[in-house]
């Protein structure tokens, strides 16, 4: 039986005061920060942080995005971020699930990033080679992605 490798990274958030409205449940927006801080811990285990994009020459904005909210997370209490890479040949899209300390999952949501080289400003068809070697080196190198 053949065994793949999974890039994904779970981080543990205790939602602060300044993240809930007056009824004391998260607000919306901010699962969006939460996703993010999941998906920079993802990013960080290949060595290609936000500023090694910005090092490689290219941005990666978001260009859609996606979350659905299946039950509440009040302030103070401590959620599970799990966000999982799914594709990266031609973009860059992340997989997040929220779960609660009791297991039950809270949030799902993705997010999708294009490559643009910063120098032109043009958006690129295929991921540039300073993600693709590093993702060959994770999986385990070259046809093994």
């Avoid at 958030?13 to 927006?29: K, L, S």
Wanted: glycine share 8%; charged share 25%; proline share 4%.
């Amino acid at each position: 039986m053949t065994e793949y490798r999974t890039l994904s990274a779970t981080v543990a958030i205790r939602v602060p005061f300044q993240d809930a409205d007056p009824a004391g449940v998260a607000w919306h927006g901010n699962y969006f920060r939460y996703f993010d801080t999941a998906r920079c811990a993802l990013l960080d285990q290949i060595n290609y942080s936000y500023r090694d994009m910005a090092a490689s020459g290219f941005t990666w904005p978001i260009v859609d995005t996606r979350v659905k909210y299946i039950r509440a997370v009040g302030y103070d209490h401590v959620i599970h971020v799990t966000a999982t890479l799914v594709e990266w040949e031609y973009r860059l899209k992340i997989e997040y699930e929220i779960h609660d300390d009791e297991g039950r999952c809270v949030t799902k949501g993705y997010t999708i990033q294009v490559a643009v080289e910063e120098a032109t400003g043009e958006l690129c068809i295929g991921s540039p080679p300073a993600l693709t070697e590093r993702l060959q080196a994770w999986f385990g190198g070259p046809g093994d992605a």
